[in-house]
Structures are given as C-alpha cells and as structure tokens.
C-alpha cells in the first residue's frame, strides 16, 4: 500500500538513506531540508536513483518556530492526509547557540521542532488510516541522571553532549506522553535509536568519521514507519534491533509532563490543551 510520508532533515545522512528506501517501495516521500538547492540535488539524485515520480521537497529551518509551522502549512496544501511523519532531523552543537527567543539550538531543532511540527500535522493524521510518528531519539538519553530544569531551554550552564542528550530524553518521554494521548485515535507514535552511523552529527560530536554507514541507521526508521509487524505498537522505543525499555528517568511521569508543558509553553501550541481537538 503507498503511504506518504515526510521524512524531516532527509537530504543527508540516515533521513536520505530512508527516503531512498521508502521512495524505492513506491511510497510518496516528501524530503526535507534547510537548504533549497542542495535540497534540489538530492531530490533529482532520488528519483533517478529510484525512479519514483512521488518525491517532493519542502525547504524550512527547523530551528526557527515560524518556519516549521509553514512547513506544516505547505504540507497541508500540497496533501491530502499524512500517513507517517518521521522526525529524524537532529543536531550537535560544539558551541552553545542561543536562539531569538532564548532557546538553545540543540533543544530547538531536537525537541521543540519535533513537538511543534508533530502538533501543526495532526489534522493530516487524522485524515489517514492507521497513521505513524516515529520519532529519532538518541541512546544518548541514558546518560542524563537528573535533569535541571533551571538550565533550560537556554542552557546557560552549556556541555554540548549534556545538551544533546537532554533534548533526545525529552524525545523519548514526549513520545510515551504523545503515545497516550493518542490512544483510541488510530494513531501510533514510537521513538527508535538508529544506531551509532557515520553522519555528520556524529562528526561534529566524535570530530572525525566513525560508526555504521547511513542505511544501516534507515533500516530502523523504514521499520518503524512502514512495516506491518510495528503498525500495533505504541509508545514503544526501539533500540538494538528489537523493542526496549528506554531509561527510567524517560518513562516517569513527571518528568514527561514535565517536557509535555514545556514544549506546548515554548512553542504556543495549544491543540493539546483541549482534548476535543484531539485527531478522533
């Protein structure tokens, strides 16, 4: 069955790897990225990679609230429902970067932006059967023992891995909240780790090249988002191969509140505040 799917920071790395597969089972993928004319590069190498005549770009900086919910508005007018979103864009800042607003870089694009773009789509998952949001978190989440709730969203107190690891930790508990949220709704939503893959995230983290090519880390995504096997699973995080549990800071319950409040304050979104407005 063709789904669409958007495969957010898809014009490198892993999100590539994975809308090449996904565009290579005959499925309308939507790609994503910052840049317009790299973004156009890619999109022609896809389709003759592929031959896929469903592939479409849209170009937004998820770091900037604005323009992620264009892109929300873009996608709404361009389709008619949205079968899977998969939240795969990420960053590692070597250096604090504070935004307008006074978010930190790392939080913005890793945490807000998933929270917010999820949030502007639900209309379009609601429209779909048996919709899916796989989420990309980071075994990286384990490290983070306490979080200081003080030093967010702009970091003063700024270690860039620390940074890093808290915005997949809020990953992981926004998707075991989203998860119950959308109970009932036909929709699903899952947070996975790829892997450790050669990208340039991990670069910028390691300083050099290392870790398994990018379609070893796509494999985990295109499972998570098409194959039947996961369709049923919700809520659920995906490490190693096989469904585990993440760590005990991301399954309680304050502390996903915690990061539910938060995201809904910093980016306004306030669908999730009625629960009407749920997707039924």
């Given at each position: 069955m063709e789904r669409t799917i958007l495969v957010t920071g898809s014009t490198d790395g892993i999100g590539k790897a994975t809308a090449r597969t996904l565009a290579g089972q005959g499925h309308r993928v939507l790609l994503h990225g910052r840049d317009r004319q790299k973004g156009q590069r890619v999109l022609a190498e896809l389709e003759a990679a592929t031959g896929s005549d469903r592939l479409s770009l849209f170009v937004a900086d998820l770091a900037v609230q604005d323009r992620v919910r264009g892109l929300a508005r873009e996608i709404g007018e361009a389709c008619d429902r949205l079968d899977v979103l998969v939240n795969n864009a990420g960053v590692f800042m070597p250096e604090q970067e504070i935004l307008p607003g006074g978010i930190e870089t790392t939080f913005a694009v890793n945490y807000l932006a998933q929270f917010l773009l999820t949030h502007e789509l639900l209309p379009l998952f609601e429209r779909s059967t048996g919709a899916r949001i796989v989420n990309v978190a980071s075994i990286a989440h384990r490290s983070v023992r306490s979080i200081d709730w003080e030093n967010l969203p702009d970091f003063p107190d700024y270690d860039a891995y620390d940074a890093y690891a808290v915005s997949k930790l809020g990953?992981?508990?926004?998707?075991?909240?989203?998860?119950?949220?959308?109970?009932?709704?036909?929709?699903?939503a899952n947070c996975l780790h790829p892997g450790v893959i050669d990208t340039k995230l991990l670069r910028a983290y390691m300083g050099g090249r290392g870790g398994a090519p990018p379609e070893q880390g796509a494999e985990v995504e295109v499972h998570l988002a098409v194959s039947p096997e996961t369709g049923a699973m919700n809520g659920g995080y995906?490490?190693?191969?096989?469904?585990?549990?993440?760590?005990?800071?991301?399954?309680?319950?304050?502390?996903?509140?915690?990061?539910?409040?938060?995201?809904?304050?910093?980016?306004?979104?306030?669908?999730?505040?009625?629960?009407?407005?749920?997707?039924?």
């Open positions: 990953v992981v508990a926004f998707t075991a909240r989203l998860a119950r949220t959308l109970e009932g709704t036909g929709v699903t995906f490490e190693e191969s096989r469904w585990t549990r993440p760590s005990s800071l991301a399954l309680d319950a304050g502390v996903q509140e915690r990061f539910w409040e938060m995201g809904s304050s910093l980016t306004g979104a306030v669908r999730w505040a009625d629960p009407k407005a749920y997707p039924r």
